[in-house]
């Protein structure tokens, strides 16, 4: 028994008291209810799953015919068929996607570290001139974008999810006039890529792959206009191979 405790003194005390401790239990639930609450919520994030399919993944780096200097003038040009869970607890929406990749670039050159090990970024898709297809046997199928709408369907993708709906569809990017070393760094036939997902709430939710490296004739059996917004845009033309 602690020195000085006495247990008939304080029974005595509890049963004259009874209501105030009734109110102190009353409120200290309540608070433990209020915060446990605050904590829940703070719990409640989304979180996206990140996958890549089958079809229109796949980048190709292309001639656009000009030369500069003794350097030949190419874009790179990335389709990627994703598909994106939340599997989080809380609903979000697809506010931006980028596509990263590491630039082509010898060892120990001037920007080697920044873009051979660090990520060169995409961060604007473009827009694709017409739908992304494949044929099987007689029929054709249309695969569907996930930010832009079809011009076949005139459907759009759905961006907004709530915890265990996903979307899937298809996103483009074109790059710029390059020159060098300034395309994604090919090894066996493939390309490593960052894609990075930004929520409603600004997280990123990210995943690295390996995707297929093609000729524009390959890329161009899924879409006739692969590759072609930009020059589209400035009244160019491309080589047709």
């Known amino acids: 028994m602690a020195p000085g405790f006495n247990p008939l003194y304080a029974m005595k005390w509890m049963n004259e008291n009874e209501g105030v401790l009734s109110v102190g239990i009353f409120i200290t639930t309540l608070l433990l209810g209020w915060v446990s609450g605050i904590f829940a919520a703070l719990r409640r994030k989304p979180k996206f799953k990140i996958e890549l399919f089958d079809g229109p993944t796949f980048s190709c780096t292309y001639w656009t015919g000009k030369t500069l200097g003794d350097d030949r003038v190419q874009r790179t040009a990335i389709a990627l068929y994703l598909h994106i869970t939340n599997v989080g607890s809380a609903p979000s929406s697809v506010e931006d996607i980028s596509i990263g990749y590491h630039w082509h670039l010898l060892p120990f050159s001037k920007l080697w570290l920044r873009y051979s090990i660090g990520w060169c970024w995409l961060r604007k898709q473009a827009v694709a001139l017409s739908d992304f297809h494949a044929y099987i046997g007689d029929q054709i199928k249309v695969f569907p974008f996930l930010t832009q709408k079809n011009s076949m369907t ?9 915890p265990g709906m ?3 569809g298809v996103i483009y990017y074109e790059t710029g006039d390059d020159t060098g070393g300034n395309f994604p760094s090919p090894r066996n036939g493939q390309v490593k890529i960052k894609v990075k997902v930004n929520d409603a709430f600004g997280k990123g939710h990210s995943r690295v792959f390996r995707i297929p490296l093609v000729s524009l004739d390959k890329a161009r059996e899924y879409n006739p206009s692969f590759g072609n917004t930009r020059a589209k845009l400035r009244g160019d033309e491309l080589p047709t191979h």
Not at 154 to 162: F, K, N, Q, R, S
């Open 154 to 162: 005139d459907i759009g993708g759905h961006t907004y999810l709530e």
């Open 166 to 168: 996903s979307t899937n």
